[in-house]
Antibody, heavy 121, light 110 residues
Framework: EVYLVQSGAEVKKPGASVKISCKVS????????MHWVQQAPGKGLEWMGL????????IYAERFQGRVTITADTSTDTAYMELSSLKSDDTAVYYC??????????????WGQGTLVTVSS | QSVLTQPPSASGTPGQRVTISCSGS????????VSWFQQLPGTAPKLLIY???QRPSGVPGRFSGSKSGTSASLAISGLQSEDEADYHC???????????FGGGTKLIVL
């Protein structure tokens, strides 16, 4: 069975950075793209970017470009998402999600449990 | 403001059929397949429909999807209380080079 287990909740001050991990099991890590999605309180989903664990290539959403870094460590089957220069409206639950297609549209699509990041002074 | 447009809420009684719409543009739904996700309260989203009308294994046949032009729909027949959840549509957007989502529809089972 496919599992994506994310790191625990974080509380950060404005201007700081946060790095969330997503450890996978039950499938070949390099076979699927790893996407990251933001969900602010009471809001919809917003795509942040993705990494291809096979070669480390990344694509970032324009809204987060310059502030987000997504990486993949094939030695531990773990993906990471780091968001810098945090603002109060970055307070959200962040999800990792693996997909067999770069478009996020295939049959194989599995999500982590989510990590709550609270940005507050 | 989400790129895809969904109604904020929908409702129905047990046994009824409900539909949820998702409207986009030629850059997304008009040229790419649509996925639908179910998000039960306090949990992560789960894939419900992919390729506009395909169900992953394990998803009941009560759930069906369709697409026409720049719009898509999710239909749920034989509504059950456990279907009460948020439903999100998504599609790749060619001009943004990334997937875009709707704002989500909260389904209430009366």
């Amino acid at each position: 069975e496919v599992y994506l287990v994310q790191s625990g909740a974080e509380v950060k001050k404005p201007g700081a950075s946060v790095k969330i991990s997503c450890k996978v099991s039950g499938f070949t890590f390099t076979a699927y793209y790893m996407h990251w999605v933001q969900q602010a309180p009471g809001k919809g989903l917003e795509w942040m970017g993705l990494v291809d664990p096979e070669d480390g290539e990344t694509i970032y959403a324009e809204r987060f470009q310059g502030r987000v870094t997504i990486t993949a460590d094939t030695s531990t089957d773990t993906a990471y998402m780091e968001l810098s220069s945090l603002k109060s409206d970055d307070t959200a639950v962040y999800y990792c999600a693996t997909a067999d297609m770069i478009t996020f549209g295939g049959a194989e699509n599995h999500w982590g449990q989510g990590t709550l990041v609270t940005v507050s002074s | 403001q989400s790129v895809l447009t969904q109604p904020p809420s929908a409702s129905g009684t047990p046994g009824q059929r409900v539909t949820i719409s998702c409207s986009g543009s030629t850059s997304n739904i008009g040229s790419n397949p649509v996925s639908w996700f179910q998000q039960l309260p306090g949990t992560a989203p789960k894939l419900l429909i992919y390729n506009s009308d395909q169900r992953p294994s394990g998803v009941p046949g009560r759930f069906s999807g369709s697409k026409s032009g720049t719009s898509a729909s999710l239909a749920i027949s034989g509504l059950q209380s456990e279907d009460e959840a948020d439903y999100h549509c998504a599609a790749w957007n060619d001009s943004l080079s990334g997937p875009v989502f709707g704002g989500g529809t909260k389904l209430i089972v009366l």
